[in-house]
């Protein structure tokens, strides 16, 4: 069972609209056949170290280890993407996550240290969440072996982080999500296993695809803890999420195709947060789901929450994954 994943979903929906009950744990595979597909990546990507010389001979590029690595995970339908790289570090995902990106992004830091411009927020996140962020390896015997290190947490809703890019000076896009940082807190207290980053961000704007009252809002908020909305983006038009999954939609009075051109988006209409953190943190603890989902909704309306949360966090036992 180690290799499966569960995916949670909303089973006690009241407004009993089942396709947006599964809508996440949709979300969630597409997501993940999406990064195995990934995009096609130039050579000048890569580590200098690892590009072959353009003055050699065509059988030295053909035949370097990377570029048949580089064959083999293609005939397994893997195509190696800005966010994707070859080779899987020897090392657990706590101490590359410390290591490589918390004390990169926030050096100096012990305790917990809050910063609350969007900006800065936003450079610091482009340090986290550099690419790449997935990792990958291959043989002729045992087929495909992927890593992905980080991960958001939201209580009982996760996922593997695949990409980051900024959109705005104020809003980013990790992965599909729309997020307008607001403050964030940067914790290192404890062994290295236990960094993490809470991330909380402002509410945005209706796209304008659909008709939502306070109300609407009011009871999204009270069901889930959060109010969003879900639409594809093709050419710069919106399109509602009905016509992104159907793959095709009416823009400007014409039927277009959208199959494997249009981007999935989810935007929040409320304030929302996230803990970003290795896939091996303590947090990664199916007991602590619902007591997490619920301090995170708390802490929308009640920043006190925050040193409750934290102490809880420091407490949960070590994962034993890669220490028995």
């Known amino acids: 069972m180690g290799e499966l994943e569960p995916i949670p979903y909303q089973d006690n929906r009241d407004d009993g609209n089942w ?3 599964v ?3 949709c979300n969630h595979i597409r997501s993940r056949i999406t990064a195995l597909r990934g995009t096609a990546k130039h050579p000048t990507s890569l580590p200098k170290a690892e590009v072959v010389a353009e003055n050699a001979p065509n059988s030295a590029k053909t035949n370097s280890p990377r570029e048949l690595e580089r064959k083999a995970l293609e005939e397994h339908g893997i195509v190696l993407g800005k966010f994707s790289d070859i080779g899987i570090p020897n090392q657990p995902t706590t101490a590359f996550f410390h290591e490589h990106r918390f004390t990169q992004a926030f050096p100096g830091v012990r305790g917990v240290q809050w910063f609350d411009k ?16 997935s990792f990958y390896e291959t043989d002729g015997k045992f087929g495909v072996r992927g890593w992905d290190p980080i991960w958001w947490w939201r209580g009982t809703s996760t996922n593997a982080i695949d990409s980051f890019s900024v959109l705005e000076p104020k809003k980013v ?12 807190a940067a914790v290192n207290k404890g062994g290295y296993y236990q ?11 209706p796209t304008g695809l659909y008709e939502m ?34 793959g095709a939609a009416v823009i400007d009075g014409k039927l277009v195709d959208l199959k ?22 303590p947090i990664n603890n199916s007991k602590f789901d619902s007591e997490l989902n619920a301090l995170m909704d708390k802490l929308l309306g009640d ?22």
């Open 19 to 21: 396709t947006a009950a």
């Open 213 to 246: 009252t306070a109300k609407d809002l009011e009871r999204m908020r009270d069901t889930f803890g959060y109010a969003s909305e879900e639409f594809g983006v093709f050419d710069g038009h919106f399109v509602r999420r009905a016509e992104y999954d159907d």
């Open 260 to 281: 494997g051109r249009a981007e999935l988006r989810v935007r929040y209409l409320t304030r929302y947060n996230l803990i970003i953190a290795p896939k091996e943190s």
């Open 118 to 133: 969007p900006e800065e927020i936003i450079e610091r996140l482009q340090v986290l969440l550099a690419p790449p962020l």
């Open 173 to 184: 896009l990790l992965d599909c999500y729309e997020l307008q940082p607001r403050r964030l």
């Open 195 to 205: 960094s993490y980053v809470y991330l909380e961000c402002a509410e945005d704007k």
């Open 303 to 324: 920043e006190k929450v925050f040193d409750e949360m934290v102490e809880k966090i420091s407490h949960l036992p070590r994962r034993e994954t890669y220490f028995k």
């Open 23 to 25: 809508g996440p744990a």
